[in-house]
């Protein structure tokens, strides 16, 4: 089993950066394909991106494809999301996530999910 907890949201004007981190315990990050989604207020949780096990091949939701970078660290055990030029649209509580074997963009597909971290993007 892995144990996934995120960091780094926060509040950023509209056109801002932040950077997520997910930091996996129990196992190592390389066993797992791994996702990040989110969850706006009133809406149901969706996609944002995902990253294969080996690291070689990455998707993105297309409102995020062209502003939003996935990556992990394996030295570190660590996920990223590096997301830049932030909308308003953005806001919502983002979730890593962890699987087997192929990428997904349907989170029922996930085994195992972190507790989330706002990020909030004002206009």
């Known amino acids: 089993q892995v144990h996934l907890v995120e960091s780094g949201g926060g509040l950023v004007q509209a056109g801002g950066s932040l950077r997520l981190s997910c930091a996996a315990s129990g196992r190592t990050i390389s066993y797992y394909t791994n996702g990040w989604f989110r969850q706006a207020p009133g809406k149901e949780r969706e996609f944002v991106a995902a990253?294969?096990?080996?690291?070689?091949?990455?998707y993105y939701a297309d409102s995020v494809k062209g502003r939003f970078t996935i990556s992990k660290n394996s030295a570190k055990n660590t996920m990223y999301l590096q997301m830049n030029s932030l909308k308003p649209e953005d806001t919502a509580v983002y979730y890593c996530?962890?699987?087997?074997?192929?990428?997904?963009?349907?989170?029922?597909?996930?085994?195992?999910w972190g507790q989330g971290t706002q990020v909030t993007v004002s206009s």
């Open positions: 990253i294969s096990w080996s690291a070689s091949t990455t």
């Open positions: 996530a962890a699987k087997a074997l192929l990428p997904s963009d349907y989170e029922g597909e996930y085994d195992y």
